[in-house]
């Protein structure tokens, strides 16, 4: 198959559209709480930005869909809001049903340029999601919560996966399009986004906050994984990160491109971690 092709346009949007999954979050089997469990949740720190992320993703998403062209494109696109906007609905029946104390989220105010909005979330969600399916992992090993919330939440980073993928396809697909098919010019154009993408993620390992010093608007898969264990060490965290990863990944077919930078810098830190003097190998790692 030609990255670029029409086929690779079937493909990335088939596999998209054809793997939703249908549900209500209000409809969920959300489990009754005992106290203890109740405050762990409760004490979580991230509720109010991944709902104030899921809405503006919701919004941002669905705006982009109507600047579409193509039905096809058009169709996974809406897609993709439909979902995002359902997992806003989710996280705020989960704040209402569990009496989470957060601020009020701000009002949802649409970017000037859409379609580079797109992009940047598109990449943020790249990088974003791989720490996620650690952090899941990493929560489900520790019992954090009980299994009924993990059950819950599990198809929705599937979801969140089929996301990346169908982005990384899209945006391949979009540059080959419009001339810039050659490698080094894809190369250079991802790296820039993804830079854009990791300065974010570098204020999340630095415990740094946006400019209006609003402490919940920090990123926060990579930065709150100690929450749910007090002796994760960096290897562990990488090591569960490129595990999940491998596993999310591999439901998708193989002739679809998939997220690459941050397995290979997670991979290198997990290999340099490994032959530092005073490393102990983490039990569950696999990944060489």
């Known amino acids: 198959m030609k990255l670029g092709s029409e086929e690779h346009k079937k493909l990335f949007c088939r596999s998209f559209i054809d793997t939703y999954l249908d ?3 209000e ?5 009754d709480l005992d106290p203890i469990s109740l405050e762990k949740l409760q004490g979580i720190p991230f509720w109010r930005e991944a709902l104030i992320t899921e809405r503006e993703a919701g919004v941002m998403v669905s705006a982009f869909a109507e600047t579409i ?3 096809l494109i058009k169709e996974a696109v809406e897609l993709q809001a439909f979902e995002e906007t359902r997992h806003g609905r989710l996280i705020q029946f989960l704040i209402d049903r569990y ?24 990449f943020s969600e790249c990088l974003d999601s791989f720490f996620a399916f650690g952090m899941f992992d990493i929560a489900h090993q520790a019992k954090y919560l009980p ?7 599990n198809p929705i980073l599937d979801e969140e996966a089929r996301h990346i993928v169908f982005f990384v396809n899209w945006f391949t697909y979009l540059q080959i399009n419009r001339g810039q098919g050659l490698a080094p010019v894809r190369a250079m154009r991802t790296l820039w986004h993804y830079g854009k993408a990791l300065q974010k993620l570098s204020e999340a390992f630095g ?10 608007r920090k990123p926060f898969t990579a930065s709150e994984a100690t929450h749910f264990m007090d002796d994760l060490t960096p290897k562990l965290f990488f090591s569960t990160c490129l595990q999940e990863n491998q596993k999310r990944m591999s439901k998708f077919d193989d002739r679809l491109l998939n997220p690459e930078l941050m397995p290979a810098l997670s991979q290198f830190a997990y290999n340099t971690l490994k032959i530092l003097p005073g490393q102990k190998q983490p039990v569950t790692s696999t990944v060489g």
């Open 23 to 25: 549900y209500e979050p």
């Open 27 to 31: 409809k969920l089997p959300w489990p």
């Open 69 to 71: 062209d193509d039905p």
């Open 99 to 122: 009496d989470v104390k957060i601020q009020d989220p701000p009002p949802v105010q649409l970017p000037e340029n859409i379609e580079n909005d797109f992009i940047n979330f598109g």
């Open 147 to 153: 299994e009924a919330m993990f059950e819950i939440f």
């Open 207 to 216: 415990n740094s906050f946006d400019g209006d010093g609003d402490e919940d």
